[in-house]
């Protein structure tokens, strides 16, 4: 149509020339010609149009030095992703974080707190093994970190800098960095023995269909049914095994940069995807510690002592209370000494 | 005030490297830190170019944007400089630089890369001018005693240019309309958002 | 094209002001440094500990506050003579800045020069004196050195003659350095004195100065700023002369001039040019042949030049017609249409200009394709004006002074050549008596007989003794002096191993060992000696273009070096001969001085007009630098009295005294120009006539000249004949009668010492050489027109009976097998076994053996790793990526060893053809030598000699080795 195309044109020929030349061969091998240099067959705007089609985008070449990342002479990506952290990246946050906050804090004005309707037995009975609590507040305690110096990663310049200045930021902030590299270990770990430890009691079935209809409670009045753990916690459960997971793989890739992932793209992606799986897992985990925590009366317990109230979990965990009671029922997750337990 | 780029004439450029030992003269620069670059596209075929890079001073400096610390700064010269006290040693600018112009001490950021280093366009650090302070961080300051940065200075054919934008793109304008040629300011539309004619 | 900033010093508002007394104080730098330094590399290198610092230049960031010297030194890595200017503080090279007042490079470097600063901060130069006692480097002092190598010197001259010592000398040599030592080797009575030229444009010299009278580049670098078509034959200037790309891309720009890159390598140089030739290595002249072939087919030659200007044209013809545009394609595999069009723009595109390197020149043609090219530059009328001529880019970057001050086994300085006239020349100059040097010599015969080239030396130490078989003279090779020459830049490694091996004596003089120190297996009397680099002393080098500079030291040798002079100086002092030897050179505390060398110089070097150059004359155009114009290199009115009206470096020749202000020649052979301006005509070298035909010019003569046609050179008998010889001064006249003795009309203007029949000639307007034709027919070598010879080791065996190369023939007092070898690899078919053909070149980090430039951080890091390159269809057969470790071996290796590198896979090598750098060494045939160098002085980064795959090969002329076509095979490691 215009120049424009013309040049591409003249630029694919060339190429094709290139590669013909490379390919075909002279007749006699040792005498082969190469075509005249055609001076505007390196035109940067006709290069990268034409390297836009082939991939990346990026302008890749040769260079002596052994690190391989020099070879990229343009990556215009860079421009992307300086545009995806200044806007979706922080509105992300932001709408995620801050919504699930508004959230709460509605739910909590509306409704108040989950009570125990027919008041604690004043029996308890085990629900989580000791190794349970450890795995959770494991997995808790350093996401709770990794949450704190991850988002002040991007918003710490924005929120603390002005209030504390450059030099105490960066001290706080190179202290957050290697806490936040570090504690990528524990969280990992956590969420490995999370993983396997809950794994069992985290199978989706019907009744989780059942409880999902009933928005958890939500709709009607009757608290639906649920075994050990009902479809929100299994939720929560997954969502902390893959977002977990995913936080820990992309981590440890941003950790030993162009090492696993070799190429900028590679890497500005994994940056990216840990960041917004980051702001959705803090988003989920601010719910979830709502529900743990202020937001259901007895709640909190399970997860600090192990224990709950027996008629919190007859209204919460029905199935799962039922099974326990059974002893025939060798798939409970009834530990041993449960009986004695309750019986003080 | 001038507006400082640079401007490297890929018809011009033979990667003969003057551009990367000058630099690491005037700077001391370690072994395995690149401030600057050659790269040659087209390798070994025709319509084979070289051009040199390194920071190339952008409008908007992606570096800048995404740093978590904030420690880059621009001057009055358009100059994008960061002040090595407070950078953390994130990578994240790498990510984001266009031009892989971010080079780190350490390889891997466990526990930390070490503080980010970069092209300073010769015009040093934060600190006063030509101090050995900012002499050890950042290099030397050629631009306050009145010098462009030696690797364009030292350039062997004169293809990289420095200095204010409006006064190399017109060399070059002037030289592609001389010659009849001219492969483009590489990196101008990623960097200034601009081009030159070519 | 930079532009200072103007507002420089005003303030500048920046965050710095904001964040001034904040900072809690700076990182550790050095730590910094080390961290960056050990983390990032895996080089093993690095972290090698160095040795005692005797006495170290500690770099450190400039103080700003103190006063700085600026001091101007030349770069000592190539030809083309870019200024160096060094910041110095305290004794100390803090810094390095633009030269922007060199015509030359106007303050531009490439990768080497820009790093030069890191040479004298010497993290990894010898420190001290070393020998090798029971296979262990030892550190000795200076005295016990000297007098141990004398004594052995001594000791071989006792039992096997002063023919068995060698010395080889340096293009890194200051002209007055490599003088001296020229002086030196004749003081010690032999011939055998040698340097890079040999391996580098030693066919050249020998082609060009045959042709039209001076072994040198008739234009210069700058001058190219005026071609309107620029050809480059085995020149891959962009890497080994960067800064000239300057002046040709320049020119190129301003006059669209056409570029044309004939190489079987598509180098950066012919990224730049307009078009590019790739041909099969080792048919140079079957290619200029087919250039020429469609220009005498076309009537594109220039009649009136070659009437008027050349000597046998004819007989070329008759060669050319032979190379019709099919047959040149079956040989080089070039298409006829491509050449056609070469051939009318080199022809009717004026001027042109021919750039060649080594790519013609280490060939075993080298010599025949030198003069097919000057040949070519004839018949086109394009020698001896702006634009146009022979630019011959050399090597080093003082290669043109020493082969112009005789590192060269068939000449005393200023190519006066070995003979008896040129002996009591320069006797006279040197106040000694001509029979007291041939006492020197094992006989008067030796005197005159030329040396034994770098090439064979190794031959030379074990051959059998034998004038028909073997090697020429009593005893073999027995000693080696080595000054500022690496080992493997020589072809044919593993031969030189039991040459070394042999040998009683080796000395390395050296700023860094070379292969020489480690190559082969030698337990004991083998010397390192720590010499400085050229910044770290003062002298002249004389670029490529014939433009002498003078450099000034910068800072005083590092460690315990010591310059050239000095150890020369002590040498001669121990030999007992330095009374004699440096009898009019001013020498304080053993260090000779150079002004006064180059003055010595100035009063001997009459043929190559070096006698107009004197040491203030240089140091003046050094200073005046800026008034210098870019293009014809000639100091306007507007300059300084002192350089007014003179070419940038007295470009010689610059005839006369220094009195007489000559300018210097710019441009060769330049009619256009008054002698007196820098004009000449082609030199009358050969005779006045041949055959009845008369060799001098006809009609031809330079702008002003009172003979308005040929003449032959001057001489006190010519002088009479014209009536000219009453223009002598009375003191003029004196001189010549003394050293004419009983025979004053033989004094010619290159033996007259008072100058005067120079200046009477320039008086007259007459060149003093003469005017005569340049001759494409050059009777008196091998192939007086040049004829294509296939390569010894050749790709296309079908090729050899039509044209063979030479026959074996002794050269030089050592026998060249050449015929027999190309033979038997055509019996044994070895390019079935060996497919690919090797060529082997530069890369612009680093220089010649390549010690120097890789114990160069700056350098270093940017070429880690010795490669091959491979083009990716021989690669995919071979089942080779890029970048992997591939095993090379050639058709003499020993059986069983393989050279280990990197695979280089791209499309810069044609299918079939394989280049490697010759720059590396340190690993010799997949060992690694590391260990092998003294602790600490082990270059950065070491890899295989390229030099360990190529073969035998010679030219018949200069013994030139043949580097650039041998075969090979490649695999996978």
Known sequence: MNRFTLKLRALLAAFVICLGAATLGAPNALAQSAPPAAPAAAHEEVLFRYLQTQGSGNLVGRVTIPDQKAATLIQPRGREFQDIWRGPMKWIAAASIIGMIVLVGIFYAVKGPIRTTSGYAGRLIQRFRSIDVFAHWLTAGSFVLLAITGLNITFGRYLLLPLIGPEAFTAWSEAAKVAHNFLGFPFTLGVLLMFVLFLKDNIFDKTDLRWFAQGGGMIGHAHPPARKFNGGQKIVYWATVFGGGALAVTGFVLMFPFQIVTSIDGMQLTAQLHGIIAFLMIALIIGHIYLGSIGMEGAFSAMWSGKVDLNWAKEHHPLWVEEMMNPTRKDSSLPTGAKGAGAD | ?198 | ?973
Request: proline residues 5%; charged residues 20%.
């Open chain 3, 1 to 973: 094209m930079l532009i200072k900033r103007s507002d420089a010093t005003a303030a500048r508002s920046r965050l710095a002001s904001a964040y001034q007394g904040l900072s809690s104080g700076g990182l550790d730098r050095r730590a910094f440094l080390r961290n960056a330094g050990i983390g990032a590399t895996g080089l093993a290198a690095l972290g090698a500990m160095p040795l005692t610092v005797a006495r170290q230049a500690e770099a450190g960031p400039m103080d700003h506050a103190a006063p700085v010297q600026r001091i101007k030194n030349l770069c000592t890595h190539c030809s083309v003579g870019c200024t160096v200017v060094a910041e110095v503080q305290n004794g100390v090279w803090v810094g390095q800045e633009p030269a922007w007042e060199s015509p030359i490079n106007r303050g531009t470097h490439c990768a080497k020069g820009a790093s030069v600063r890191e040479l004298v901060h010497g993290d990894r130069r010898i420190r001290y004196p070393m020998k090798l006692a029971n296979g262990q480097w030892q550190r000795i002092t200076w005295d016990q050195a000297v007098n141990e190598i004398a004594d052995r010197m001594m000791a071989v001259r006792a039992a096997s003659g002063p023919e068995s010592v060698y010395f080889l000398g340096s293009a890194k040599f200051s002209n007055e350095g490599a003088y001296l030592f020229r002086k030196l080797a004749a003081f010690w009575g032999t011939n055998s004195v040698d340097h890079q030229a040999r391996i580098c444009h030693s066919t050249t010299v020998a082609g060009v100065a045959n042709t039209w009278g001076y072994g040198a580049q008739t234009n210069s670098y700058n001058d190219i700023r005026n071609a309107k078509t620029v050809l480059f034959i085995g020149s891959n200037a962009a890497e080994a002369h960067p800064v000239s790309l300057q002046h040709v891309l320049s020119g190129k720009e301003k006059n669209r001039a056409n570029v044309i890159v004939a190489d079987p390598r598509f180098t950066r140089t012919a990224a730049h040019a307009t078009e590019y030739i790739r041909f099969r290595p080792g048919t140079d002249i079957p290619l200029t042949w087919g250039i020429l072939w469609h220009i005498f087919e076309n009537g594109w030659e220039d009649r009136e030049f070659i009437r008027s200007r050349v000597y046998g044209m004819d007989e070329v013809r008759a060669e050319v017609a032979k190379w019709n545009p099919a047959e040149v394609e079956r040989v080089t595999g070039v298409p006829g249409a491509q050449l056609r069009e070469v051939a009318r723009k080199f022809a009717t595109e004026k001027p042109a200009t021919l750039v060649w390197c080594m790519g013609a020149t280490q060939k075993t043609v080298g010599t025949a394709n030198v003069r097919a090219f000057s040949i070519l530059l004839l018949a086109t009328g394009n020698v001896g004006g702006p634009g146009n001529g022979a630019n011959i880019f050399r090597g080093h970057c003082n290669v043109q002074g020493a082969t112009d001050f005789g590192l060269d086994v068939a000449n005393l300085p200023a190519y006066y050549g070995v003979d008896e006239t040129a002996w009591r020349h320069w006797s006279r100059v040197w106040g000694v008596s001509y029979e007291s040097m041939v006492a020197r010599f094992e006989s008067p015969q030796f005197m005159t007989m030329p040396g034994i080239p770098s090439t064979r030396y190794f031959d030379a130490a074990t051959a059998e003794v034998n004038p028909q078989t073997g090697i020429a003279q009593r005893d073999r090779l027995k000693a080696m002096i080595v000054f500022g020459h690496g080992g493997n830049t020589i072809t044919r490694m593993p031969e030189a191993v039991r040459g070394l091996e042999a040998l009683d004596l080796l000395v390395v003089a050296d700023p860094h060992p070379t292969t020489f120190a480690v190559l082969s297996n030698r337990r004991e009397n083998t010397y390192l000696l720590p010499i400085c680099t050229q910044f770290e002393c003062s002298g002249s080098r004389t670029a490529s273009n014939r433009s002498v500079q003078w450099g000034e030291q910068i800072v005083e040798p590092i460690f315990e070096s010591k310059t050239d002079y000095e150890v020369i100086y002590r040498l001669a002092e121990k030999l007992g001969f330095a009374n004699e030897m440096f009898k009019s050179i001013t020498v304080r505390s053993k260090v000779p001085e150079p002004e006064s060398v180059l003055r010595e110089i100035n009063r001997g070097a009459w043929s190559t007009g070096y006698t107009g150059i004197s040491p203030e004359r240089l140091k003046a155009h050094l200073k005046h630098q800026r008034h210098f114009d870019l293009v014809t290199l000639r100091a306007g009115p507007e300059a300084p009295a002192e350089v007014r009206g003179d070419y940038y470096g007295l470009p010689w020749p610059c005839w006369g005294t220094p009195e007489i202000r000559h300018p210097g020649t710019h441009i060769l052979y330049n009619t256009h120009l008054h002698v007196k301006d820098g004009g000449g005509t082609f030199r009358a070298r050969f005779g006045v006539e041949r055959n009845g035909v008369s060799l001098l010019a006809e009609g031809s003569y330079s702008k002003g000249s009172e003979i308005q046609d040929g003449y032959p050179e001057f001489t006190m008998a010519v002088l009479k004949r014209l009536g000219w010889d009453k223009d002598l001064t009375a003191e003029e006249r004196a001189v010549i009668e003394r050293i004419g003795g009983n025979n004053v009309d033989r004094v010619s203007w290159a033996t007259d010492l008072s100058g005067g029949i120079i200046r009477v000639a320039l008086e007259h307007g007459c060149s003093p050489f003469g005017n005569a034709k340049a001759r494409a027919l050059a009777w008196n070598l091998p192939d007086p027109i040049p004829v294509h010879r296939e390569p010894i080791y050749s790709p296309r065996p079908d090729l050899v009976a039509k044209y063979p190369t030479r026959d074996n023939f002794m050269a030089h007092r050592v026998i060249n097998y050449g015929r027999t070898v190309q033979q038997l690899a055509v019996d044994r078919n070895v390019a079935r076994d060996f497919p690919i053909v090797l060529t082997s070149g530069r890369l612009v980090e680093y220089e010649g053996g390549g010690e120097e430039t890789r114990s160069n951080k700056w350098l270093a890091e940017l070429q880690q790793d010795m490669f091959v390159e491979i083009n990716p269809q021989d690669a995919a057969e071979r089942g080779i990526r890029d970048g992997q470790w591939v095993l090379v071996w050639g058709p003499e290796m020993p059986k069983g060893k393989v050279c280990r590198m990197k695979a280089l896979v791209t499309e810069r090598v044609g299918k079939g053809v394989a280049f490697m750098p010759f720059h590396f060494a340190g690993w010799f045939m997949s060992e690694d030598q590391r260990g092998k160098y003294p602790a600490g002085t082990d270059p950065i980064v070491l890899g295989e000699s390229a030099n360990t795959v190529t073969t035998y090969g010679f030219d018949p002329v200069t013994s030139m080795q043949e580097t650039k076509c041998t075969l090979c095979q490649i695999r996978a490691a």
């Open chain 2, 1 to 198: 005030m001038a507006r400082m780029k640079f401007l490297c004439d890929a018809d011009r450029c033979i990667e003969c490297n003057a551009c990367v030992t000058a630099c690491k003269n005037e700077h001391e620069v370690p072994w395995g830190i690149n401030r600057r670059r050659v790269v040659t596209i087209n390798d070994g075929k025709p319509g084979e170019r070289s051009i040199s890079m390194a920071c190339m001073h952008c409008t908007d400096a992606p570096c800048a944007a995404v740093c978590p610390v904030d420690c880059f700064y621009t001057t009055a010269d358009g100059v994008v400089l960061h002040s090595k006290d407070l950078c953390i040693g994130c990578g994240y600018c790498f990510y984001a630089c266009p031009f892989g112009a971010p080079q780190y001490p350490r390889l891997g950021n466990f526990g930390s890369r070490g503080k980010m280093d970069k092209c300073t366009y010769c015009a040093g650090g934060p600190e006063a001018d030509n101090t050995p302070a900012e002499y050890a961080k950042y290099g030397s300051n050629r631009l306050a005693e009145g010098k462009l940065p030696a690797c364009a200075e030292m350039c062997s054919t004169k293809a990289l240019l420095a200095g204010d934008g409006d006064i190399i793109a017109q060399i070059y304008a002037e030289r592609v309309s001389t010659r009849g040629y001219g492969s483009g300011a590489w990196g101008w539309r990623t960097a200034y958002k601009d081009m030159v004619a070519g």
